[in-house]
């Protein structure tokens, strides 16, 4: 096959043309681009779907396209100065092993391997092991997504938090309560990245995730898309164990010998993923009490914004604003601030709402998400501040989440000892003033939210940064620091 890169297709002003309408003029484009007729093509993909919006008044949709022909030898040879023409690679996943087909007997090469955790991945994991016939088993500390669903809006709605099934526990981990993006900056030669978007359609996801450069789900969509996938794995044969934690590792000459679970049980295996995700600060202790290697990593923090969903799209697409082929609008911002520090928009949630992510008692934590509609009135993101391990007195490598906890224990003092999140108008923050009203800007988080001075939380450094980036984003994305 034939992959021409880099087609462009003018946005439709009247919005009157739909996906389909654009697909048929990408097919008639490529076919006057590669001088075919369309009895000439025997199969023809849309392999990548983008917008290029930098001229607002002109905005211009980008095709990949993969295309099949008799005349693709043709083609390649008289193309080959061409870089947007090339041969079509191949992204189906590759397996890298088998299980012998006496695997999982009681001989010690026979024991099944453990996947600790059940979010992204653990359930990407799980599946692929599923998939090589080494039937794993899946432990998950919180419960299964229908009841996990249910715990979590006993914190939005009842100020109720259930410590190992929230936002961050329980099956799907913290993505199914987040935005659901699909795609990242790494580069991906080995086209993993399609395997993981094929496993989704075949779940229930829409088709379209497969070529829109910016794919999105949306939480609704994934519960069920969740139990598809684990009913899956259990099809091949895989275990999943809910409300189980693993407690202690068994480890003897270097080697795993197996895992000790809350309940007292012992599993033995020789082989286990850690998929543990970022909030089990508890399994985190316990593995550097064990002796196993751990070091200290940079992360970010900050505050979640909150702007209408409509000044964003205005400020992105100009006259093309609303245009249902687009979408909502996002952004993605960076600047580099006087004091040597980075801030930069992340998890930027189109037409979303902020939601409680909170995973500890007397601790508030706030994320971003947005329904497959993304037809929310608000849009918001988190703006965030650097942080390096060089921040942190000693050199233990757990000083990071020491630092993390104390952060979100002043945050639940700010917010009033109810879960609320503490609240700043962004012209208080930049002026230095604590806010005692909100704005016209309604937030959507929920519980609820309680103005005063933000700058009390973070260190002075972080403060600093997040004070001179807005004005900044501002002069680029117009409304950002308003209100």
Request: proline letters at 6%.
């Amino acid at each position: 096959m034939l992959r021409l890169t880099e087609l462009r297709i003018p946005l439709d002003p009247s919005a009157q043309q739909t996906d389909a309408d654009y697909e048929q003029l990408a097919r008639e484009a490529a076919l006057a681009k590669l001088g075919l007729a369309p009895q000439d093509l025997t199969a023809f993909t849309v392999f990548k779907r983008g917008y290029d919006a930098r001229q607002r008044r002109a905005i211009q949709l980008v095709f990949t396209l993969d295309i099949d022909s008799p005349r693709v030898p043709e083609l390649l040879a008289r193309f080959q100065e061409d870089p947007h023409v090339m041969p079509s690679p191949d992204t189906r996943y590759q397996f890298v092993a088998q299980a012998q087909a006496n695997f999982g007997t009681e001989a010690s090469q026979g024991l099944r391997p453990v996947v600790i955790g059940f979010g992204p991945c653990g359930l990407f994991a799980g599946l692929l092991l599923a998939q090589m016939g080494f039937r794993p088993i899946i432990l998950e500390r919180g419960k299964d997504v229908r009841r996990r669903t249910q715990d979590t809006w006993g914190l939005w709605r009842k100020r109720q938090l259930n410590e190992n099934s929230n936002v961050q526990f329980g099956e799907g981990g913290a993505g199914t309560f987040s935005d659901g993006k699909l795609y990242s900056q790494i580069k991906d030669p080995a086209f993993r990245g399609r395997k993981v978007l094929t496993e989704f359609v075949a779940a229930g996801a829409p088709a379209e995730i497969l070529y829109l450069s910016k794919p999105h789900i949306g939480t609704f969509k994934l519960v069920t898309m969740i139990e598809q996938m684990r009913h899956t794995i259990e099809q091949l044969g895989g275990e999943i164990c809910f409300e189980t934690q693993v407690t202690d590792l068994d480890i003897q000459g270097g080697a795993l010998q197996g895992l000790t679970l809350q309940n007292g049980d012992y599993l033995a295996t020789h082989h286990a993923v850690l998929a543990v995700g970022h909030s089990a600060r508890d399994t985190f202790r316990m593995l550097h009490a064990k002796g196993v290697y751990i070091e200290a990593k940079a992360f970010s923090v900050g505050f979640r914004v909150e702007h209408p969903q409509s000044v964003i799209d205005t400020c992105r697409f100009g006259p093309f604003a609303g245009n249902p082929t687009l979408g909502a609008a996002d952004y993605k911002l960076v600047h580099h601030c006087k004091n040597g520090r980075a801030v930069y928009s992340f998890c930027m949630c189109p037409g979303g709402t902020v939601v409680a992510a909170t995973s500890e008692p007397e601790r508030v934590v706030t994320n971003g998400m947005s329904q497959y509609s993304r037809n929310e009135r608000n849009a918001n993101a988190a703006l965030v501040v650097g942080i390096s391990p060089e921040d942190f007195p000693g050199n233990d490598p757990l000083a990071g989440v020491d630092f993390q906890q104390a952060l979100e224990s002043r945050a639940f003092v700010l917010g009033g000892r109810n879960y609320n999140a503490p609240a700043q108008r962004i012209g208080d923050f930049l002026a230095g003033r604590p806010s005692t009203s909100l704005g016209s800007v309604e937030p959507s988080y929920k519980p609820g939210v309680t103005p005063c001075d933000l700058s009390e939380a973070p260190p002075d450094y972080a403060i600093e940064a997040l004070r001179e980036a807005p004005p900044a984003f501002d002069r680029k994305t117009k409304g950002l620091c308003h209100g």
